[in-house]
């Protein structure tokens, strides 16, 4: 875990890489994106952003799930909101996900405080 959240500068600079050579590629992506996320369907901002925490939570992709929860926090999803979106990620998905997307969680509120 410690590996990965030293290595976010190196993430970060492979997204501007990314945006700068395939730009087009990129915005169309966003597009995509926002268009799901805004226009996809009935879902309030809040659930739409608990959903993404749960599927970043299984995927276990930590650059994602430290996204999510971040703009999770943001559309004013509560820390206990979002604890309970990655707790509901065990019964399906395993609880080794399910602890790391805890303690992702834990790093991102510590860095908030």
């Known amino acids: 875990m410690k590996d990965y ?4 500068d190196a993430i970060e ?3 501007k890489y990314f945006t700068e050579n395939h730009s087009e590629i990129y915005e169309a992506y966003e597009k995509f994106g926002k ?4 226009k996809g369907g009935p879902l309030d901002e809040k659930s739409r952003w608990l959903i993404k925490v ?5 995927s276990q992709y930590e650059y994602a799930l430290r996204t999510h929860i971040l ?3 943001k559309a004013g999803c509560t820390k206990e909101e979002i604890e309970h979106a990655i707790l509901l990620v ?3 998905c395993g609880f080794p996900r399910m602890m790391q997307g805890l303690l992702i969680l834990r790093h ?3 860095q908030q405080e």
């Not at 749960?54 to 299984?58: D, E, R, V, W």
């Open 5 to 8: 959240f030293d290595n976010l």
């Open 13 to 15: 600079k492979n997204l």
């Open 35 to 38: 268009l799901v996320h805004v």
């Open 54 to 58: 749960a599927l970043s939570t299984n």
């Open 71 to 73: 703009k999770a926090l």
């Open 90 to 92: 065990a019964p399906t």
């Open 108 to 110: 991102v509120l510590k």
